[in-house]
């Protein structure tokens, strides 16, 4: 789901992006178990597994952790449209909507003072679909030949 964009090859780090798709996927599942009992919760962890997914695209690209923490920080509307200007092509319909509401309010640890009205914008359980779909878009294009020559970088995750 990506076009071929120059890749940085020698500074990507694929453990790191595996960890944080990994790590995406976590919160979105939490994200979903919390939807009806904590609505709040839900919003904050939907927040957390946009900026893992993106930001794991990014470090796969060859954009180091360090570049995506001085940079992208938590705006998440940066983070995706820096993963596009890297080549990511698989951001599901509604994404851009989604990170828009969320971002200004995410990435000043505020997420609980959204307004009522930007909470009341948004079908939920579509947006948790709609991050879904993005973990599932990086993680088709996240290049686990890289992983797959390191086998005892995955055994450790067990460990």
């Known amino acids: 789901m990506s076009r071929r964009a120059p890749r940085r090859r020698?500074?990507?780090?694929?453990?790191?992006?595996?960890?944080?798709?990994?790590?995406?996927?976590?919160f979105h599942e939490a994200a979903e178990t919390a939807q009806d009992r904590h609505p709040e919760v839900t919003r904050y962890f939907l927040a957390i597994a946009i900026e893992l997914a993106l930001k794991a695209y990014l470090l796969d690209r060859g954009m180091s952790d360090d570049w995506n923490r001085i940079h992208i920080r938590h705006d998440l509307t940066k983070a995706l449209k820096c993963a596009r200007r890297a080549g990511f092509i698989g951001a599901p319909l509604g994404l851009s909507a989604l990170a828009a509401l969320l971002s200004p309010y995410y990435k000043v640890h505020a997420v609980s003072a959204m307004t009522p009205e930007a909470v009341a914008s948004v079908s939920w359980p579509e947006a948790c679909e709609t991050v879904r779909d993005l973990i599932a878009g990086v993680s088709a294009t996240i290049d686990r030949e890289a992983l797959d020559d390191e086998p005892s970088l995955m055994n450790m995750e067990g460990e």
Do not use: P, V
Not at 10 to 26: E, S
């Open 10 to 26: 020698g500074g990507a780090d694929w453990l790191l992006a595996y960890t944080f798709l990994r790590n995406a996927a976590g």
